[in-house]
Nanobody
Framework: QVQLVESGGGLVQAGGSLRLSCAASGRTFSNYAMGWFRQAPGKEREFVAAITKSGNSAYYADSVKGRFTITRDNAKSTLHLLMNSLKPEDTALYYC???????????????WGQGTQVTVSS
């Protein structure tokens, strides 16, 4: 089992920044590809960003490319998502995700965190 705990969400004005963190425990963190997904009210959960086990490669949804940056620290078993130039449409519950292969789709996710709320006001 892998336990994932997100933090760092909150209320921010449009154009602002937030940094989400995900603390992992239970298994060797570097054995898992990691990612972030989000779900807005009334919408399906969608892919945001993913990073390989080594952290050498990252992938982003078109809607966040150039604004969000995903990173990981394998020594500290943590995952981060730096979100800049936030827009009201970024408002959602953000979930940390882990899988044995690159987590760019819900079907590849083996473990989920509980989520952290991000609200962007206009």
């Amino acid at each position: 089992q892998v336990q994932l705990v997100e933090s760092g969400g909150g209320l921010v004005q449009a154009g602002g920044s937030l940094r989400l963190s995900c603390a992992a425990s239970g298994r060797t963190f570097s054995n898992y590809a990691m990612g972030w997904f989000r779900q807005a009210p009334g919408k399906e959960r969608e892919f945001v960003a993913a990073i390989t086990k080594s952290g050498n490669s990252a992938y982003y949804a078109d809607s966040v490319k150039g604004r969000f940056t995903i990173t990981r620290d394998n020594a500290k078993s943590t995952l981060h998502l730096l979100m800049n130039s936030l827009k009201p449409e970024d408002t959602a519950l953000y979930y940390c995700a882990a899988g044995l292969s690159i987590v760019v789709h819900i079907s590849t996710v083996g473990y989920w965190g509980q989520g952290t709320q991000v609200t962007v006001s206009s």
